[in-house]
């Protein structure tokens, strides 16, 4: 069994930046890609970001192009979001997630963290 832990959110004023983690232990995060996705009540799950096992592949989703980075430390079995810029539009809970699918799509990601919320005020 995967379990994954984030940590990093919180209140953050529009335009500044906020770095998000995700702690994966149970087996090794290289077997597993990773995902963040975003959700904000009464609207479905937002794909975010996906990263290959090895890093070398990367997707991100429209709303956040140019402005979050996805990346991991395989070492440390740890995944990062860091978001820039950062909107009003960007209040949400995050989760990441692990799949031994390279995916856009929250169906095919098979385990997932518990949420850290993201607030950003204008």
């Known amino acids: 069994q995967v379990q994954l832990v984030e940590s990093g959110g919180g209140l953050a004023q529009a335009g500044n930046s906020l770095k998000l983690s995700c702690a994966v232990s149970?087996?090794?995060?290289?077997?597993?890609?990773g995902g963040w996705f975003r959700q904000v009540p009464g609207k479905e799950r937002e794909f975010i970001a996906t990263?290959?096992?090895?890093?070398?592949?990367?997707v991100y989703g429209d709303s956040v192009k140019e402005r979050f980075a996805i990346s991991r430390d395989n070492a440390k079995n740890t995944m990062y979001l860091q978001m820039n810029s950062l909107e009003p539009g960007d209040t949400a809970t995050y989760y990441c997630?692990?799949?031994?699918?390279?995916?856009?799509?929250?169906?095919?990601?098979?385990?997932w963290g518990q949420g850290t919320q993201v607030t950003v005020s204008s």
């Open positions: 997630a692990a799949s031994s699918r390279y995916s856009k799509e929250a169906a095919d990601y098979d385990y």
């Open positions: 149970g087996r090794p995060f290289n077997y597993y890609t």
């Open positions: 990263i290959s096992w090895s890093g070398k592949n990367i």
